[in-house]
């Protein structure tokens, strides 16, 4: 299995995807502190009402709206809580995985493989490590940001820092093992982008969440990868926090188990 | 007292013997069915060691669906599959096996070099000479930073069987090869075969380019409709493929009787429908000559030498009546 972990960081650092995508999320960033910079500093006020961006009134409404936040709220409000890290991170491991089967180099490494876990596992490593990366870059890339547009919000402690990094990556791996399991199922770029899109965006969860809130079973949903990520604490305050580790490694070990199985099913 | 050199040609000999004697393909009953359409039906495959093994039969005979069975791709339905005398599931058998099936599964962009290494990577080879070694000798050393995106289709099909050499496996699996080459890159892969099958590697290799085959075959399996319908070596193939005598007639009707009446040793079969292949005969004048006086227009006579190709055709007409 190392040795297949070892090819597939081969091929990582050689992908374009893997940059592009981690691109996406730091243009994302700058846009969102950009935007937010217009909005809720006097600079950035000043301007946006010189091109008619915002009135003086709206201006001195949204002079708040930073009040309460520190650099952890904001970066999980630039992509984690939306849905747009998953939907990205989820895009690369897609494009990743789905590349074995339309290139047809799964033959080369099911040829040598005969035990498929093999390769569920090193799939499953290679997107931990790469969300791993992302997840760090892109929080130092965060913090670089907001001193860069002048400290716009404090620092949190980094406690919260290690606790909300450290479940966030393991639900967005367990959403990663989705991926690869739709990948799995589908071996088509096409079918994966749209289910990654609708699954990583919420697309799926939220309709069914009022669905189903409805007949008051609702809440259920509240343990999803989306709403997880969404709702999850910030903070650790007492033992039912840590919940979100059980959420994390519940749906790793259930799309896990379910990926191996179905590719000891198919046929290449 | 023998002398040295005689007996390390004996030793040498007993070795060859001895290969020989030990299958690298053997399957029983090997059967594999998608729904309730059997794609591959009671295959009995034997592969000794050392033989270059041409696997034959039409489109969707079920000649691919074998190969992936054996190379583990695709799970039997029924049946057994042994290679080297273990189990297809046996890791360190498989580490034996050098694959290309149906196309070249390669990274579009990468190169050939880096495709390589991944392979490479892979198998946990930490000797990235093997690379460079087999890039010169499948003619690719010189691609460069060129992507695999921007190959030929014979370029994708050499780097295929790159990829199966990595590792210096002793047993190569190679379905349809020969695709997409040039005739100069036909040639190259026939001498690299050859040259494989002197270092001891057995080969089983399927194409349609049958005369390529035969060039190289030490053994032939035809696969028709899913069945192993008929494997023979090619000294028995050479056997079967006896001379024959065609001739093309107005009326083959006639002729056909008339030559059965005059040569009744002579076998007769009307190949098409202005053809008569005749087997034993030995003089063609005589035989022109009489259909002459019995005014039946000859247009055109002469002996034939059957080859490969005329024999699978022949077999897919026949099937299992020759078995």
Known sequence: MFNLLRMDLY????????????????????????????????????????????????????????????????????CLDGGM???????????????????????????????????????????????????ILHLLFTLLVNRLFGNM???????????????????????????????????????????????????????????????????????????????????????????????????????????????????? | MPAAGECRKGEKEAVRTGRENTFAIETAALTKMYRNKAAVKNVDLKVREGEIYGFIGRNGAGKSTTLKMLCGLASPTGGEIQLFGKPVSDPAVRRRLGVLIEAAGLYPHMTARQNMVMKARCMGLTDEGSVDEILRLTGLRDTGRKKVKQFSMGMKQRLGVALALLGNPDMLILDEPLNGLDPEGIRELRQLVLKLHEEGKTVLISSHILGELSKI??????????????????????????????????????????????????????????????????????????????????????FHRMDLEEYFLDRMEGGRQYV
């Open chain 1, 85 to 135: 890290y998953s939907a990205t991170f989820g895009v690369w491991v897609m494009l990743f995985v789905c590349a074995d089967f339309q290139s047809g180099f799964i033959k080369n490494i099911m040829a040598l493989y005969q035990n498929r876990w093999y390769y569920v596992g090193s799939k499953i490593m290679t997107a931990g490590i790469v969300n791993f990366c992302y997840l």
């Open chain 2, 217 to 302: 075959s030490t053994n032939y399996g035809i696969i028709k409709d899913g069945e192993l319908i008929e494997q023979i070596t090619r000294d028995e193939l050479e056997e079967r493929c006896q001379d024959y005598f065609q001739i093309q007639v107005q009326d083959v009707r006639r002729a056909f009787a008339l030559v059965q009446e005059a040569f009744p040793e002579v076998q007769a079969e009307v190949s098409d429908s202005g053809s008569i292949r005749l087997y034993g005969v030995k003089d063609g004048a005589e035989l022109n000559q009489m259909l002459m006086e019995n005014q039946i227009a000859v247009y055109a006579s002469g």
């Open chain 1, 11 to 78: 091929r990582v650092r050689r992908s374009k995807s893997v940059y592009i995508c981690f691109g996406i999320l730091l243009a994302a960033t700058v846009s969102f502190f950009g935007l937010l910079w217009l909005m809720a500093m006097p600079k950035g006020q000043e301007l946006a009402i010189r091109i008619g961006m915002l009135t003086a009134e709206e201006a001195a409404e949204s002079a708040s709206i930073l009040k309460g936040v520190d650099s952890l709220v904001m970066f999980r409000q630039t």
């Open chain 1, 153 to 268: 919000v404090p620092y949190a402690d980094l406690g919260d820092y290690v606790f909300y990094m450290s479940w966030a990556w393991f639900v967005t791996t367990a959403f990663a093992v989705l991926v690869i399991l739709l990948c799995v199922l589908t071996r088509s770029t096409a079918a994966g982008a749209i289910g990654v899109v609708l699954l990583g965006s919420g697309a799926v969860v939220m309709p069914l969440y009022r669905i189903l809130d409805m007949f008051h079973i609702g809440s259920w949903l509240k343990h999803s990868i989306y709403l997880t990520l969404a709702m999850g604490p910030g903070e650790y305050t007492a033992w039912k926090d840590l919940h979100v580790y059980a959420v994390g490694a519940g749906f790793l070990i259930l799309y896990t188990v379910v990926t191996g199985i179905v590719l000891r099913r198919q046929d290449i």
